[in-house]
């Protein structure tokens, strides 16, 4: 890489949603991204179609992150076909909400699978080609319920509390290689996700949080961004909120 390229970002799940609002906030910032989807392949030509018209670079990966060892691979496949790897965001996530004595397997599985296990797995292999790289930055998509629990969120309060774990574990061992590893919590942000909720349950969160609404996805990517600058890199290991303040901590 010389110093008129630009770094490469991956962001999981970047064809709507948070992942999409952090690709285009990526882009904006100089990276060069990875726009990766599940299913919303359309969606996601749009997002890197979009940064090209703004003049960056993007380029879409399709992936099922529910089967972890596809996460490894995406990372590999970004890596090979952009040249590397500086950034890697996972943010893609699924809910299977109920409670938990009536909680099927199948509900449990899907939700770690898809939140940890491939996070875990896209660490593993970004890391790897951080390493040769002498630098990374690997910045994971937890939830305030992952601090301060959730009821009828078992599996995904569960994989959001792992994420946290895995990043303070990982902050650890590759801080010598100059990879920062840090999550992001979110509260209770616009989207498709807490479109599923009823009036009723927003009006309730809304009344908890001190800044008196939800936040936005741009509330959220303009985080993201300034944990992938040069600005933070003094900075890992940390459980950054973003809540409105709905759980200081
Ligand atoms: P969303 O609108 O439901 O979007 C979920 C994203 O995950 C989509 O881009 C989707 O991609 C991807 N995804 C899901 N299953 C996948 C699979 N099997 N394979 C590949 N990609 C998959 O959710 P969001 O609100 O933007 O949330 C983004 C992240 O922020 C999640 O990790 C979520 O837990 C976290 N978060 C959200 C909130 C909130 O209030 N919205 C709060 C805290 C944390 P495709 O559509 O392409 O399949």
Redesign the pocket.
Same mark, same amino acid.
Do not use: Q, W
């Given at each position: 890489m010389t110093d008129s390229q630009p770094r490469i970002a991956l962001v $999981?799940?970047?064809?709507? *949603?948070? *992942?999409k609002a952090m690709a285009l906030k990526l882009a904006e910032g100089g990276f060069s991204v990875a726009v990766h989807? *599940?299913?919303?392949s359309d969606e996601?030509e749009a997002v890197a179609g979009q940064i090209r018209a703004d003049g960056g670079q993007a380029q879409t990966f399709a992936?099922?992150?529910?089967v972890p060892a596809n996460a490894g691979k995406l990372v590999e496949d970004v890596a090979a076909q952009l040249g590397g790897l500086h950034v890697l965001v996972n /943010?893609? *996530?699924?809910t299977r909400d109920g409670l938990a004595i009536r909680m099927k397997d199948a509900d449990w599985d899907a939700v770690m699978a $898809? /939140?940890l296990s491939s996070a875990f797995a896209a660490c593993r292999a970004a890391i790897k080609i951080m390493m040769r790289s002498r630098a990374g930055r690997i910045i994971n998509?937890s939830?305030?319920v992952g601090l301060m629990g959730n009821p009828g969120q078992a599996n995904y309060v569960a994989s959001?509390a792992g994420l946290i774990g895995l990043t303070k574990a990982l902050a650890k061992e590759y801080g010598a290689r100059n990879i920062t590893v840090n999550a992001v919590a979110?509260?209770?942000?616009a989207?498709?996700? $807490?479109d599923a909720l009823s009036d009723e349950q927003k009006a309730a969160y809304v009344a908890a949080i001190p800044l008196g609404r939800l936040g936005s996805a741009d509330d959220v990517a303009a985080l993201v961004a300034f944990l992938a600058s040069d600005a933070a890199g003094y900075i890992t290991g940390q459980i950054v909120g973003v809540d409105g303040g709905l759980y200081p901590h």
């Open positions: $999981t799940g970047a064809g709507r *949603g948070l *992942g989807y *599940g299913r919303s996601a992936a099922d992150l529910s /943010n893609a *996530g699924i $898809t /939140n998509i939830s305030v959001k979110p509260g209770f942000i989207s498709d996700m $807490t």
